[in-house]
């Protein structure tokens, strides 16, 4: 049999730095490739995805796509040479113009992409220009025709279009902007498998997303980004397909020193809610530069793991760093070991507290969705049985929607849950749920057919040999319908 599979999941960005080279990260083990759609044009993120497919293919692997909408941030104008010097203490202007018709920018003052913002704004707001690198206070507030005057109180090097950040609340940008909805059509036209919606402030803005996909609704990851996020989040569970606890911008909407606890605090919710969560942003970030990473990252990307996050993400590192294939590698390396080991440091798992109600088979939009309580039920059984069999290695599920998959991966049990089912765009939907290693497999035609079409299945890929035991969980007869099956089987050899 093989090796044990790492559970917990990775998403790699695509960028220069990779697109030539993704047969390379699906063998090192990319599960989620990541189309950054702030960067690139379509036709970057067309080639992207087509060597995404071809690569999975190839390996026989399933490999899902996450798009990544661009959402209402803030960028600066830009300054001759890319960048400007920002002394503490001096006056600095954020003009109400359109960056692509404004002069270039100075050490006086810039123009930003939101030209509402210094009409925004208030006086005492914290302003933070490249993303944290400059700190401004505002004195007096601006308008339609004049820009706010703030203070420099941290100074430091401010580079052309990077980021703005105000309290997430004075924005008046729409949730779902014009180039929102651009990005969106080229997403959805390109097979994206997922979408990830920058910026959520609020419940409201995913359902406007999701009525803006209408019939071509995909899985909606919530990126946690903004302190109105963090205020929403029980809300943002309830709605959202999945997570992410995006740390960059997090880290400068909030103190840092809050952002550790706030990812565990995240992480724990989505856990009891039933939605996978990826934890993103500097994972393994000097890896853009030096072949290993640091003690420090290796430590941050295994805390995710023994938090309980579904999957973690490479940005940069795999986006426009010089070690691509290197830093995903580590990545598996760090994450399987923690899987492995790491269950005595992770907090034990109480499955009678666990309310999974969203995710990919979201109840709303899966027939038979209102009975999730039983088919819960009998996906904890199924956990419980496989946790206290030491002989058992493995679990085996048939699923039409994902949904069966996603209750199993929300138990948590100790082996791989191995996900069959004959739908490709549903098992690539699988591709961010713990512990699940998506399989196609052609539906069997009676129940005695689904147990023996499954066992050889598990045989063949390598996760169950004869004489062990593995436990089946589907619906009968036919592998469709609600889950009305649970049985612990014993392989054999294969005739």
């Given at each position: 049999m093989l090796a044990r599979m790492r559970q917990t999941k990775l998403v790699c960005t695509l960028g220069p730095a990779s697109i030539e080279r993704v047969p390379e990260l699906v063998t090192a083990g990319m599960d989620i490739a990541r189309l950054n759609f702030s960067h690139g044009n379509v036709a970057d993120h067309q080639r992207a995805a087509a060597?995404?497919?071809?690569?999975?293919?190839?390996a026989g692997r399933v490999v899902g796509i996450l798009a990544d909408l661009p959402g209402p941030k803030v960028r600066m104008g830009s300054f001759p040479g890319g960048k400007e010097t920002l002394a503490t203490g001096a006056r600095f202007l954020l003009h109400p113009?359109?960056?692509?018709?404004?002069?270039?920018g100075d050490a006086t003052?810039?123009?930003?992409?939101?030209?509402?913002?210094?009409?925004?704004?208030?006086?005492?707001?914290?302003?933070?220009?490249?993303?944290?690198?400059?700190?401004?206070?505002?004195?007096?507030?601006?308008?339609?025709?004049?820009?706010?005057?703030?203070?420099?109180?941290?100074?430091?090097?401010?580079?052309s279009r990077t980021g703005v950040n105000v309290p997430s609340e004075r924005l008046s940008l729409p949730a779902v902007s014009a180039a929102d909805l651009a990005a969106l059509d080229a997403a959805l036209a390109l097979g994206a498998d997922f979408v990830a919606q920058s910026f959520v402030r609020r419940a409201d803005d995913i359902r406007e997303l999701r009525a803006a996909m209408a019939d071509r609704?995909?899985?909606?990851?919530?990126?946690?980004?903004?302190?109105?996020?963090?205020?929403?989040?029980?809300?943002?569970?309830?709605?959202?397909?999945?997570?992410?606890?995006?740390?960059?911008?997090?880290?400068?909407?909030?103190?840092?020193?809050d952002v550790p606890l706030v990812q565990k605090e995240l992480v724990r919710r989505a856990r009891v809610a039933g939605v996978p969560v990826i934890v993103a942003t500097q994972m393994l970030e000097s890896m853009t530069a030096a072949p290993r990473p640091t003690r420090a990252e290796a430590?941050?990307?295994?805390?995710?793991?023994?938090?309980?996050?579904?999957?973690?993400?490479?940005?940069?590192?795999?986006a426009v760093g010089a070690f691509p294939i290197e830093a995903a590698q580590a990545a598996v390396r760090i994450v399987a070991v923690a899987d492995e080991r790491g269950a005595r440091y992770s907090p034990p798992i109480d499955r009678s507290a666990l309310h999974p109600k969203a995710g990919t088979w979201r109840p709303s939009a899966?027939?038979?969705?209102?009975?999730?309580?039983?088919?819960?039920?009998?996906?904890?059984?199924?956990?419980?049985?496989?946790?206290?069999?030491?002989k058992i290695v493995a679990i085996g599920c048939f699923t039409g929607t994902g949904r069966r998959a996603a209750l199993l991966s929300s138990a948590r049990p100790r082996e791989l849950i191995v996900a069959f089912s004959p739908d490709l765009e549903v098992l690539r939907r699988l591709t961010i749920w713990h512990g699940v290693e998506p399989r196609p497999l052609d539906p069997p035609g009676d129940t005695d057919g689904l147990i023996a079409t499954m066992a050889d299945a598990l045989q063949a890929c390598g996760r169950a040999s004869p004489g062990e035991l593995v436990v089946l969980v589907a619906s009968?007869?036919?592998?469709?319908?609600?889950?009305?099956?649970?049985?612990?089987?014993?392989?054999?050899?294969?005739?």
């Open positions: 060597a995404v497919r071809e690569a999975a293919s190839a113009l359109d960056p692509a018709t404004a002069p270039e003052g810039v123009s930003t992409s939101h030209q509402g913002l210094p009409a925004d704004l208030r006086a005492g707001d914290r302003v933070l220009l490249a993303d944290g690198a400059v700190e401004l206070r505002v004195l007096e507030p601006g308008s339609d025709t004049e820009p706010a005057v703030t203070e420099v109180v941290r100074g430091g090097v401010a580079r609704a995909v899985p909606i990851v919530a990126k946690i980004e903004t302190r109105a996020a963090i205020d929403a989040q029980d809300a943002i569970l309830a709605e959202s397909d999945a997570i992410m606890v995006a740390r960059g911008d997090l880290g400068v909407e909030i103190d840092f020193e430590s941050d990307a295994a805390n995710a793991v023994l938090d309980g996050a579904d999957a973690i993400m490479l940005s940069a590192e795999t899966v027939p038979g969705g209102a009975d999730v309580d039983a088919a819960w039920a009998l996906a904890a059984a199924a956990a419980d049985l496989a946790d206290r069999d030491p009968s007869p036919d592998g469709r319908g609600r889950t009305n099956l649970v049985k612990v089987h014993a392989i054999e050899p294969t005739p």
